[in-house]
């Protein structure tokens, strides 16, 4: 099973299986992953991600944004072959990140409908 690592405090960095993950097309898709996996403990609806990535935007243009955003961020953290897309973080922080320090980990196990 994959294992993608969070930092969220300072610069953002990503790593899966310990490899850094760099190919985000834009910040949105990095904000789009802090967010799911902030928030992973419930599903959440398109157009509520959309709104909160592009509030200005037409609904319409925002969610084509999100598609995007989404494949992109499938693309990049090797989510194509899950079934069904997911992405989850774990119960119990780990050891060596004390909690509230903002760093997340999410593992691709628990289904949570993007």
Known sequence: MAHLSLSLLGPFQASLDGEPVTDFESTKVRALLAYLAVEANRPHRRDVLAGLL????????????????????????????????????????????????????AVLSKPYWY
């Open 54 to 105: 592009w509030p200005d935007w037409p609904d319409r243009d925002a969610l084509s944004n999100l598609r995007y955003a989404l494949s992109n961020l499938r693309q990049v953290i090797g989510d194509r072959t899950a079934q069904p897309p997911s992405c989850s973080s774990p119960a119990t922080p780990s050891n060596s990140t004390p909690p509230g320090v903002g760093a997340a980990s």
